[in-house]
């Protein structure tokens, strides 16, 4: 009898597999880029804030990087960013203001950055939205006339998981240059302060949130045709 119920239990799975099996839809059309290949992002807003009364400001960001293909399907991450500065008004690139006044600089660790796709989007083609997140985000601060050194990032082992949830909008024509890279403030993100020396004592602590926010401009540098300048369009 034991037999018999085991054999008819294990003929049961192999069916109800073998109908899960042939029950798989056909794969979806893959995603697609148009008009990728290097770009640059240029900052619309301000950029990076600690959330302990007091403001690091860094009026403007620049980022390099690539998308993985010039056109054709979208195989790996949207957008990889290999060289990420950040700037304040009348400062040297890298520098910025720690609440108006004090120079820190500002140092983007773990490079390159990506932005990954996450899955929800509104609409296709020119003026699409889509879900994503920047991850890979390490930074450092260092205000050397407070012999303050700190970095921020996210929770795992050396900060190497940090990450801040985004969206990218299609330029709102195919050869449209106004493609944009958006983190609001307040967006969902898991960074950090995660190491500081002594002289930070009053300006940051370990475990400190932190906001990356910004919006940023991607334009496409080369190849041409067609001309450079114009913004990467995504298609679902």
Known sequence: MRKTLRKALIATAVAAAAVALTAVPASADPITIQNGGYVAGTDLGSFFTVDNGFMEGCRSLAATGHTPTVDGPLLGSLFTFDD?????????????????SVPIQVTALGLPWTFDLTGGHTGSGPGATMEGRLNNVRIRLYASSLACDATVGGPGAGGSDGYVEGTY???S?????????????GAVNNLRVTSVTPGCTGL????????LAGYIQVNRTSPVPPAAGISPTVNF
Request: proline content about 5%.
């Open 169 to 171: 909008t299609n330029p």
């Open 173 to 185: 024509t195919l050869t449209g240059n106004d493609g944009t890279l958006s983190m609001p403030y």
């Open 204 to 211: 940051f602590a370990v475990g400190q949130t932190v906001a």
């Open 84 to 100: 990420v500065t950040f700037s304040w008004d009348g400062q040297v690139e890298d520098w910025c203001l720690l609440n108006g």
